[in-house]
């Protein structure tokens, strides 16, 4: 949920479960993680221009798992990606011209 005009806002909507953790200084771009069908938490991008956006994961494996910690005022994005319980996590950046990579 964020705050505008005095009133509260569920970007994600009502049916999805999420966190945020970082916000552009301007408020216009949140990032976090959100849970899939599956309910592996994936990370995602949230701005006034385009909406919700699914982050990914780096090696697209079933139970892997991602989350964004940062993301700069630019638009850079930096989290971890990877499967916590059998193959460790990777730190990641993203950003919009490069996706996410190690």
Known sequence: ?????????????YKTLGEATAVTSNGKKIVGQYYDPQN????????????????????HGRYEQSIANSISDNGTVVGWSGD??????DAFIWTPAGGMVR
């Open 84 to 89: 916590p319980w059998t193959h460790g996590i």
């Open 1 to 13: 949920m964020r705050w505008v005009a005095g009133k509260h806002d569920l970007f994600l909507g």
């Open 40 to 59: 592996n938490g994936i990370a995602f991008l949230y701005s006034d221009s385009h909406g919700f956006a699914s982050l990914g994961t780096i090696l």
